[in-house]
C-alpha cells in the first residue's frame, strides 16, 4: 500500500471516530436536555391516546 493510502486512512479512523463520539455525545445532551422532557413525554403517550 503506499503512504499517500495509509496516512489517509488513518486520518479517517482517527478523526471519524472523533466525529461519531461527537455527534453522539450530541444527541445525549439533547435527549436528556430538560426543556425537552415535555415534549418526549407527550410523544411517549401518543399511541396510548384514543382518537
Excluded: C, I
Excluded at 6 to 26: C, D, S
Amino acid at each position: 500500500m503506499s503512504e499517500t493510502y495509509k496516512t489517509l486512512a488513518e486520518f479517517a479512523q482517527t478523526w471519524g471516530l472523533v466525529y461519531f463520539v461527537t455527534v453522539f455525545l450530541l444527541v445525549v445532551v439533547y435527549a436528556f436536555w430538560p426543556s425537552n422532557k415535555e415534549k418526549f413525554d407527550e410523544a411517549a403517550r401518543m399511541p396510548l391516546r384514543e382518537d
